[in-house]
Structures are given as structure tokens and as C-alpha cells.
């Protein structure tokens, strides 16, 4: 069963507008880590940022933001203020205890 | 701090061929996995190991697909032989257990081509 799911292929934003990337998660472990990586075309992967099952917080990370519904099992990556450099493939992770899976992507494309 | 170091960047080969890719992580993270990569798609694990101990290979195509990580520190991973659908990325990651957020750092990755 697919553990993680990314359900856009492909989004498009202005630039200097604000984007929401989904990801929704299975699991029945209480304790999990969520992940958001950026890959380039370059083809590098870049962490962007965390969330633990047990934070109470979203996590924050400059423009990065995460929106952790626990009970919607869903974890969506925001980006404020769109730049550019920002267009790239976008994976949501999840991790339970030391194994870690990954989501389809979304390629994101800013528009001038 | 050296990242993830992997080698070769690209590999072009026969099918029925064979090839091997190396992997070396950063010093002193105990986990290291194995990512292939298809064009278009999400990493998908192939293998996982704790210090030289296998800790997940369930997605490792046996048949063809081999993993070592002797004194558990660089790593290799062999495909032999390989098939046209082989072609893909081949990520290398590590993590650390102590503290943190346990993220993965990934090397460049190993583009193989399987003609």
C-alpha cells in the first residue's frame, strides 16, 4: 500500500505569490518523522524541512512552512513568496523508525 | 565536513552487463541507504543498513540487485546482470541516529543507462 501520496504532478505559481504542495501519509506508528525534499534539475536532493508526529507546532524554516494536520494524516509544504529558484521536483518523506519512504513529487513551476 | 560521496556519476551499459556502483557516506553516520530512482518518479528504497547489518532489503531485487557494506563504513551496490528497466538514478543517503531530525544527506547519484 502506498504509504505516502502526492496527488499533484504538477503545479504552477506566480512568482512572489504563495504555493501549497500536498502530501497525505499512512501509518499506524504513533511516532514518525515527516521530511519535504527539493530536488533541482540538477538532480541534487536538498532537505528543506521537518515534523515530528509529536510536535505540536508546524515547523518552520524561512519560507518553508509545514501544515501538520495529524488527524487528516497530511503534512502540506507552503512556500511564501515564490522565487524562480523554487522550480524544481518536490518530495514529501516519511519515516518510521529508521526506515524512510518517499512520495511521487510535484514539479513546481514559477512563473516571471 | 566531506557530504556523501558516490562514484561513478554515470554508467552506460549493455543489457546482460553488469555494473557496480560505490558509495562512501559522511564519517560517522551509521545508517546508509540505497535509492534507485526512475525518471519522472520518487526514490525508491532498495536497501538499508545499520552500521554492516541489513536492516530493510525488501524491495531489492534479489535476483540481480547485491548490497555489501563491509566494516560499515563505503558501500557498494552491484546489479548483475542488468536489465533495460535498471536504468535510472542510484542515490546514495546516510543519516544519524544521535539527535536531530535524522534527515538524509543524498550524494550526486549514479545515472546508469541500460542499453
Known amino acids: 500500500a502506498q504509504k505516502i501520496t502526492q496527488t499533484q504532478p504538477g503545479m504552477f505559481v506566480q512568482e512572489k505569490e504563495a504555493v501549497t504542495l500536498d502530501c497525505t501519509y499512512d501509518?499506524?506508528?504513533?511516532?514518525?518523522?515527516l521530511f519535504w525534499y527539493k530536488q533541482p534539475s540538477s538532480g541534487e536532493m536538498i532537505f528543506l524541512i521537518y515534523?515530528?508526529?509529536?510536535?505540536?507546532q508546524n515547523a518552520t524554516e524561512g519560507r518553508y512552512s509545514l501544515n501538520f494536520q495529524k488527524a487528516r494524516k497530511s503534512a502540506n509544504l507552503v512556500i511564501s513568496a515564490s522565487q524562480l529558484g523554487d522550480s524544481a521536483m518536490y518530495f514529501c518523506a516519511m519515516r518510521e523508525v529508521n526506515d524512510m519512504r518517499f512520495g511521487a513529487g510535484t514539479r513546481l513551476t514559477v512563473k516571471p | 565536513e566531506a557530504g556523501v560521496a558516490q562514484s561513478p556519476r554515470y554508467k552506460i551499459i549493455e543489457k546482460r552487463q553488469s555494473v557496480a556502483f560505490w558509495c562512501n557516506p559522511i564519517s560517522g553516520h551509521a545508517t546508509l541507504y540505497w535509492y534507485q530512482q526512475i525518471l519522472g518518479q520518487g526514490p525508491k528504497l532498495l536497501i538499508q543498513?545499520?552500521?554492516?547489518?541489513?536492516?530493510?532489503d525488501s524491495q531489492l531485487p534479489k535476483d540481480r540487485f547485491s548490497a555489501e557494506r563491509l566494516k560499515g563504513v563505503d558501500s557498494t551496490l552491484k546489479i548483475q546482470p542488468a536489465k533495460l528497466e535498471d536504468s535510472a538514478v542510484y542515490l546514495c543517503?546516510?543519516?544519524?541516529?544521535?539527535?536531530?531530525?535524522?534527515?538524509?544527506?543524498f550524494g550526486e547519484g549514479s545515472r546508469l543507462t541500460v542499453l
Open positions: 543498513f545499520q552500521n554492516n547489518g541489513v536492516v530493510d
Open positions: 501509518t499506524s506508528d504513533p511516532s514518525y518523522g
Open positions: 543517503a546516510s543519516s544519524s541516529p544521535r539527535g536531530g531530525t535524522g534527515e538524509l544527506f
Open positions: 515534523q515530528g508526529s509529536y510536535d505540536q
